[in-house]
C-alpha cells in the first residue's frame, strides 16, 4: 500500500491583498493535486501522493513547485510541511520558519514526535496541558507511554484514546476536497503579544459588532461561529459552535464568541491575532426569530438599529459601545 503524503501550505497573505487572494492561491494548489481541503482563512491540506509521480518529483520538489508558483505569479510566500498524515503535517507546519519546508518521514515520525511538549499535540487545548502535566506528563513521548486504561480513567474514553492514538502519531483523516463554505470574517492583529484577558475579550466584542454589521449589511444569518486565536509562534487554536438558532444580531455573536473564548482556556497566552468568522450562512428572510421576553434583548436590538443606519450614514466605527470607546482605535485585520 503506497503511503500518503499530505502536505500543508501556509500562505503568508499579506495586509491589502484582494479578497479573492485566498481563493486564487487554492486554485494554484488544485493545479498540483485535485485533492485539496480549504482550511481558511489562510492555509491548506494537499494530499499529494499522486502528484509525485504524475510530476515525476520527490516530496520537496512539490513543494518548492507550489512555493514558486504562490510567490511568481501572487508575490506571496508559502510555508510548507510533508508528512503521512495531516495531523503531523499541521504540527510540523507550525514550527517551519516562514517560506521553508519540513519533510517529516514514515521512519523519523516517533523521533520528531516524542520530544515535542504535549500542548503541541494536536487536540490537546490549553486546559487538557495543564491537566496533563499536572499528572506529569510533560512530552508527547511521555503521553504515548502513558497506558490507555489510564488516559481514559483520566480523560473518558473517547478523549482518552484520541490523546492515545495521537501521541503515536496516528490520525486517520483523509483530504476531503469541498468547497470553501460560504461565511464571512472579521479579524484583528496586534502590534505586539498580548497576555491581557480583558484585552482579548475587548477584540472579541469588537470583532462581533464588525461581523454582525457585515451580516445585517447583506441581510445574512449565519448559523455557526467559529473562533481562531494565532499565537506569537504561529500556532493557532480553533474552537466553533453552532447557534441557538441563525442570526445576524450582534448580542447572541457576543455572546457566543465569549463561550467559546471560556472553551479555550487561556491562561495568559501570548496571543498575536484573533478571528471570528460566521459559517453557514443564509437570506435573513429565511430565519425565523423566536420571541423575547426579555426588555434588555429589545432594547439591544433598537440600539443595534440605530447604530447599524449611523454606520451606513457615517461609516463604520461611528457609535461604538463604551468599552470600545475607551480602547481607542481599531487595530486593523492583516487578511
Sequence with gaps: MTERRILHAYFHIQPGSRPDMYEQLLALAENLTPRVQAIPPDAAHLDITGALRYFDRDPEGIAALLRMRTLALHGVQTTCAIAPTRMLATMAAAVTPPGATTIIEAADVQAWLRPRPVAALHGVGPATATKLRAYGLHTIGDLADASLPALTRIFGAATGRSLHAHAHGHDLRTVQP????????AERAFGHDVLDPVEHRRALLDLAEELGGLLRDEQQIASTLALTFRYADRSTSSRSRTLPEPTGHTRPLVGAAYELYDLLGLQRARVRSISLRAQELRPAAEGAEQLSLDPTADRALA????????????????????????????HDSPS
Design 303 to 330: 440600539i443595534e438599529t440605530v447604530t447599524d443606519r449611523a454606520r451606513a450614514r457615517y461609516g463604520p466605527g461611528t457609535l461604538r459601545p463604551a468599552t470600545l470607546a475607551r480602547a481607542g482605535p481599531r
Design 178 to 185: 469541498q468547497p470553501i463554505a460560504k461565511s464571512v470574517s
